[in-house]
């Protein structure tokens, strides 16, 4: 795909990379589908629950450190910000650095909204200049900006001469796109137009998307065996840094929906390598990542000793405890750069994927490759239901309830609390390094294996609770459900 960074503007990813947000089958038929070209996205004509993708994209941003957020538009948009503010200084300080981000909501009125109010976030962007003295500028749109036609751009473009500091137009109006992983790439358009400058040197550093960097230490220590230094990205990055990532060796990322569009943009604009591999989840995606990064790195032989010394001390831990996870069932409801990760990870340990749900699929990536993570899983000829649905949860408690899974594994709270109160097992998935590499793999088995041999908590809970979804709303859809999943791949409403 040809990036276009003199364009403040990025296609979602329904119109750039064929995504979509509906989908009931199996893995081999969607892989196929997407392989041919013939995968299309299946509408629905009821929605429980979305998400907007500014959140996506302004949190990215604001955890950069010492810049500023304008959200332009009404206060229920910028609502978002407080848990970003949250967020960026609780993570500053687990870091032990200071951030001065500050994350400022125009606050538009049934006045603005009439008649535009392009004069007020000019003065906006001057004071928040004045007063906080950011080292970038990040103004974003919203719906109501976007259905009056607010010029952002031209505001943005007069004030440069005004502002020493880089200051650009983020366009993230939540209507654009139904998938909330487009507002990853709009922030990851915003650095790369930006904020990331021209080489100067090649240094050996290696870039490396994540969200909140919890493994930071061990990964810094692990990369010091190959001489590389990573770079975090963007959770407490400073505007230095960012400007200079096209002088790194190679970009990769902790998942292949948030790092995708930085990783190809840098390749593509600055021939910084991005390393397309499955993730570094399990043994087979660390290795086949160390030894990606080890090749295009030139460090091959410092790659094969340190996986040789890592194998010698956990595999056989690893081996020892797959004996007692043979033979479970799961279920994962998960982000796609998630899902079939880890899917590959429970079957690495002899767990059953009984059905995986992704909350979007992207049937390609921006270099027109079926991810990395599909290829695999089709290769090793592992199959399974699947289904693509942006979080809708009746429909992950229809296929509880049918498949009665030993577990439910999700990333996101919102759908993991159901499956407990289900009286289900579930494991929430929620720091990105929780199967990360040897030794993380061997704790997620040993967090699997506690689900499962205490489930008093599910148990009691689910005794308890009284769900909406009750027996009679089951037999009214279940089987209509599956049926249409094995018949036709149309999602029913
Ligand atoms: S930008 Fe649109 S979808 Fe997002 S919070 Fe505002 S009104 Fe809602």
Not at 100 to 111: C, F, I, K, L
Not at 366 to 384: R, T
């Amino acid at each position: 795909m040809a990036f276009n960074l003199e364009s403040s503007n990025v296609a979602t990813r329904e119109n750039r990379i064929g995504s979509i947000t509906g989908y009931i089958g199996s893995l081999s038929d969607l892989a196929n589908q997407s392989k041919c070209g013939t995968l299309k996205g299946c509408s629905r004509c009821f929605s429980q629950s979305s998400s907007c993708l500014s959140t996506c994209a302004l949190n990215q941003l604001s955890a950069i450190r010492d810049v500023a957020i304008i959200h332009h538009g009404p206060a229920g948009c910028s609502v978002a910000g407080a848990n970003a503010y949250y967020l960026d200084k609780v993570m500053a300080r687990k870091r032990g650095v200071t951030t001065s981000t500050v994350y400022v909501g125009t606050d538009m009125n049934e006045n603005d909204t009439i008649f535009g109010s392009a004069e007020s976030l000019r003065k906006i962007i001057l004071e928040v200049n004045r007063r906080y003295s950011p080292k970038a500028i990040f103004v974003s749109s919203s719906c109501a900006t976007g259905i009056i036609g607010e010029d952002i751009d031209s505001i943005v473009d007069d004030v440069k001469t005004e502002i020493d500091v880089p200051i650009v137009a983020v366009h993230c109006e939540g209507f654009k796109s139904r998938i909330w992983a487009t507002g990853f790439d709009i922030s990851d358009h915003a650095v790369l137009s930006s904020i990331v400058k021209p080489p100067k040197q090649k240094r050996n550093t290696i870039n490396f998307k994540n969200f909140y960097e919890s493994a930071r230490p061990e990964i810094i220590e692990m990369f010091k065996n190959f001489d590389l230094e990573p770079i975090f990205l963007y959770c407490n990055s400073t505007v230095e840094e960012l400007s200079r990532l096209s002088e790194s060796l190679a970009t990769t990322c902790i998942c292949g929906t948030l790092g995708n569009y930085l990783g190809n943009g840098l390749e593509e604009k600055y021939g910084v390598p991005y390393i397309r591999t499955i993730n570094p989840l399990g043994i087979a995606g660390f290795e086949a990542w160390l030894r990606e990064i080890g090749r295009v790195t030139g460090r091959e032989a410092a790659v094969e000793k340190y996986i040789e010394e890592q194998r010698a001390v956990y595999l056989p831990q690893i081996e020892e405890i797959k004996k007692e996870l043979k033979g479970l069932r799961a279920v994962l409801g998960m982000g796609p750069g998630y899902t079939f990760e880890v899917s590959r990870v429970l079957n690495e340990l002899g767990i059953e994927v009984v059905w995986a749900l992704a909350w979007h699929y992207d049937k390609k990536y921006e270099n027109g490759d079926v991810p990395p993570s599909m290829q695999y899983l089709l290769e090793n000829d592992v199959d399974f239901e699947a289904s693509v649905a942006d979080q809708q949860n009746y429909e992950v408690m229809n296929i509880l309830n049918q498949y009665q899974p030993d577990l439910y594994l999700s990333r996101h709270p919102g759908s993991t609390v159901w499956a407990i109160k289900n009286g289900t097992p579930a494991v929430y998935v929620a720091d990105e390094y929780m199967i990360f590499g040897y030794k993380h793999t061997l704790e997620f088995a040993q967090s699997v294996l506690d689900s499962i041999h205490n489930r008093s908590f599910e148990k009691n809970l689910a005794r308890r609770v009284k769900l909406p979804y009750t027996d009679w709303w089951y037999q009214q859809n279940v089987d209509k459900f599956l049926e249409e999943a094995k018949t036709n791949g149309k999602v029913v409403g």
